[in-house]
């Protein structure tokens, strides 16, 4: 039985408290919001706090994300409307990465066969091409491969083959896609 009596998270510090509630008042400032801020300030303001990011990103209003210095956003990903970016420990996004409206990413869980619902944290990483449909939900310490698709109101609760379309809840392999020339670097030698 779960004694949250007995909970204690002190372990966890994701950084100064001045900087999270910085943070927050910025993020309900120019990101939680529908107002449509520019993208270049929205990169900016991602930047300044300390994710690391490339060129290109587009990112739609009404975006959450926890923790910006918990961020790696590849070049030319975008992020649509209504997503949550959960990150209590490292998201990591590769180039071309695609999270349409409402996609949710979760690091964090809690130990259920513990009485004190201890903490858990784990990395989700999204590897480049890949496309999170909308209202679909990555689950902590999942990698989704490279090129693959995670159909919407999809839960990939495991890591997603890359080249690979994964529905349902749990997510399950449906089927494969083939590779593009442009992804294949022998054919780029050609």
């Given at each position: 039985?779960?004694?949250?009596?007995?909970?204690?998270?002190?372990?966890?510090?994701?950084?100064?408290?001045?900087?999270?509630?910085?943070?927050?008042?910025?993020?309900?400032?120019?990101?939680?919001?529908?107002?449509?801020?520019?993208?270049?300030?929205?990169?900016?303001?991602?930047?300044?706090?300390?994710?690391?990011?490339?060129?290109?990103?587009?990112?739609?209003?009404?975006?959450?994300?926890?923790?910006?210095?918990?961020?790696?956003?590849?070049?030319?990903?975008?992020?649509?409307?209504?997503?949550?970016?959960?990150?209590?420990?490292q998201v990591t996004?590769g180039d071309?990465?695609?999270?349409?409206?409402?996609?949710?990413?979760?690091?964090?869980?809690?130990?259920?066969?513990?009485?004190?619902?201890?903490?858990?944290?784990?990395?989700?990483?999204?590897?480049?091409?890949?496309?999170?449909?909308?209202?679909?939900?990555?689950?902590?310490?999942?990698?989704?491969?490279?090129?693959?698709?995670?159909?919407?109101?999809?839960?990939?609760?495991?890591?997603?083959?890359?080249?690979?379309?994964?529905?349902?809840?749990?997510?399950?392999?449906?089927?494969?896609?083939?590779?593009?020339?442009?992804?294949?670097?022998?054919?780029?030698?050609?």
């Amino acid at each position: 039985m779960i004694d949250l009596s007995t909970y204690d998270n002190q372990h966890y510090r994701p950084g100064p408290l001045s900087r999270r509630v910085f943070w927050y008042g910025v993020s309900r400032l120019f990101f939680e919001t529908r107002l449509p801020w520019p993208y270049a300030i929205k990169r900016s303001l991602l930047s300044l706090f300390g994710c690391r990011l490339r060129d290109g990103l587009i990112i739609k209003p009404d975006v959450k994300i926890k923790y910006p210095w918990f961020l790696d956003i590849g070049a030319h990903c975008w992020i649509g409307e209504g997503v949550w970016i959960d990150n209590l420990c490292q998201v990591t996004l590769g180039d071309h990465v695609v999270l349409s409206q409402g996609a949710y990413l979760v690091t964090g869980s809690h130990d259920y066969k513990k009485s004190t619902f201890n903490l858990i944290l784990d990395p989700i990483e999204i590897k480049s091409g890949a496309w999170i449909a909308a209202k679909s939900i990555v689950c902590p310490g999942v990698t989704i491969g490279a090129c693959s698709v995670l159909t919407a109101g999809s839960v990939a609760t495991k890591n997603l083959k890359s080249h690979s379309i994964h529905s349902g809840n749990p997510a399950i392999l449906k089927s494969t896609t083939k590779k593009s020339s442009h992804e294949d670097p022998k054919a780029l030698k050609k």
